[in-house]
DNA sequence: ACCGTTATCGACAACGTTTTCGAGATCGCT
DNA sequence: AGCGATCTCGAAAACGTTGTCGATAACGGT
C-alpha cells in the first residue's frame, strides 16, 4: 500500500487521523505522498475496526418533495461538520410498514453510520445502538429526540389571519385522522375559534386526508351549503388547492367569495392562482436542527432538550381577504 | 457470535448465504437461532471480505423534486432486485463543482457499493472501478451508458402542438447554453419551425437560464415588442409559468392572446392557472431502466446498448389555443 | 471387511484499517 | 559520561465476515 512511502502502515494510519506522536517531516512526506497517489482510505476498514465512519444516515419513509427539502438543510448542516450523508429509503409501499425502519437501521447500524436521522412519518421508540433523531415526525410523542415545527401555533396564527380578517364562519378542512399532525392543526383550528369567542359549527369540519384525490368531495360538501363558510382553513396545501379549485368550478371568486388558507407552503402554492395564502414550515431550519442535535450527541452531549419546536411562518398571499358584509 | 447455536462462523456464514456443503438440518438449525436472536450480519466486514455488498449508491447533485421523481423510480426497480439503495448528496454549491462525484465514487467505490447511478447534471467521464450508469444528464455525449428521455423529440411534439394550433409566430426561451438539454430543446425548436415552413425570427428567441427569477426580464422583452408572438415554447416549465404570470400581469389572457408550452411536467404545471400544457418526462421510467441497466451490468452481462432515450409525453391543458384570428 | 467416494463441518488466512505497546533513538540533565 | 525522560516509529492484534482446504464421518460397492 501507502508503505511504498518508506514507512508502515501504522504510521500512515496516524498521519490521516493526525495523531500525536509522529515527526513533522514524517508526516509532511506522507501526507505528499498520500496526495500524489490519489489515495483515500477505505471507509469500510475504518468502519469495521474503529465503528466510526464519518456517515450519519438519514432513513426518508419517501422521496418526495416534503422531505427533499429538509435534506437540503440537513445536508447543509453534515457538510459544515464535516460528516457526509447517506440518505436510505424503503421507498415503496409494502416495505414501508412499521419496523421497516428498525430493520434498516440495526443493519446499517451495524457500523456503517454513526448515528441517523428518522424522516418518517411514523416512528418506532426502542433503544437504538447509536444515536437517533427524529425529524418531523407525525405520531405522537416519543422517547426519541424530537425536531418538528409547531404545529399550533402554526394553525393559530392560519385561523388568527382569518379571524383578524373578519371571517366568522370558517370551515376547517382536515387531514389524516391517524397523525398527530393532523390532530394538532384540528385542536389549533377549534382552540382558536373558541379564544375568538366563535362557535365550531360541526357541519363546517370535514377530513380530507391530505391528498388532493380525497379531498374534492368533503370541499363540495363546505361549499355546497346554502350557508357555506366564507373561509376555509385547510390542514395542508394540496386539500387548499383543491378547495379553490372546487370553489372556482361552482363559481365562487376566490378572495372575494371564499377565502382558503393551507399550511406547508409547497411550490405549488406559490404558483397556484390566486397565490395561496399558508403556514410556512421551516424545513430548511427543523433539517439542520435536527442534524446539530444528531451532531451533538455524536460528541457525547446530551441534549440540552430533547423535543425542539420551530416557528412556523404565516405567509400572506392572494387566496385570503376580508368577507363580503 | 451465533456459534453459541453450537456450529462455527464458517457454517454460520454457508448457512446464510446458503452456500453448497451444509446439511439440511444443521442450517435449519442455525436458521432458527439467527431468527430467534435478530441476527443481522454486518456488511461492513462482508464487504471488506468479499467486496460486495448488495448496495449501490446514487449520486444526486442535490435532492430536489426533480431528482426525487427519478429516486422513486430507482428505488422501486433496485427493490424488486433485492438490492439496497444507499443515496449520497455532495448536497451543496462548492462541494457539485467538477469532480466532486468522482471523489465520492472513489471513496464509496473502495468496498461499500457494487455499483453506481449518477444523477447529476454534469457527468465527469473516465474509467470507474465499479458499474457506472449515468442517469439523464444534462451534458453532451459521454463514455459511460446512459439512459435519458428524448428532448428532441419531446420538443418537437410540443413544438408541433402549436403549429397544428395554427400559430405561425412561436417564440421560444430557452435554457442554460452549457447545458445540453437547452441545446437540444432548441434545436428541436428550430428544427421543427423549419419543417413545418416557418421562419425563426431571431427576436423571439430568449434565455432564461432553466430558472423563474434569471427569465422574467426575456419573458418581458418577448411579450412587449409590438409583433409578439401568439404562442412561446419555453425550454422548461418554470419558465413557462413565469411566462404566464408575465403575460396576465400586462393584460394578455392565457390561452386566447398568448399560448404557452413547457417541458418537464413537475406538479406546479397541473396546479397553475391555467394549467400549463407541457412535455412529461417519464421520471418514474428513466430511474428504473438506469437501474435496470446497472443491475445487468452487476451481473456481468454487457448491456445491450449503451444509450437509451426513452419517449416523452405530450400533455395538453388549458394554456394553449389556437390563435385568434 | 476393506477401500474409495461423498457429505459435512471447522480451522485458518485474508480483507484494510486503528490502536496498543514496546523498542530504539535522541535528547537533556547531573 | 551515564542515566532517565521523551520522542518516533513499527510489530502485532483486533474488528466480523468469506473462501479454501483439510479432517472426520458416513456411506456404498466389491
Redesign the pocket.
Known sequence: ??RAA?????????V??D?Y???????ERVREVIEELG????I???S???H?TGLIGVLVAEFEPFSTELLKGVSAAARDSGYQLLAYSGGGTAESQVGWERRSLSRLS??LIDGALLVTPTIVDGNYRIPVVAVDPHTGPSDLPTVDSDNLAGTRAAVGHLVDLGHRRIGFLGGRPDLESARLREEGYRRTMADAGLRVDPDLVRAGGFRMETSELPARELLGRVDRPTAIFAANDLMAIQVMRVAQSIGLRVPQDLSVVGFDNIPEAAVALPALTTIAQPLHEIGQTATQLLLAMLRGEEPPTRHVQLATRLVVRESTAPPLP
Do not use: D, P
Open positions: 500500500m501507502a518508506g514507512v508502515s502502515v501504522a504510521t500512515v494510519s496516524k490521516i487521523n495523531r506522536g509522529v515527526a513533522r517531516q514524517t508526516a489515495y483515500e482510505s477505505s469500510v476498514a475504518r469495521l475496526r474503529s466510526r451495524g457500523t
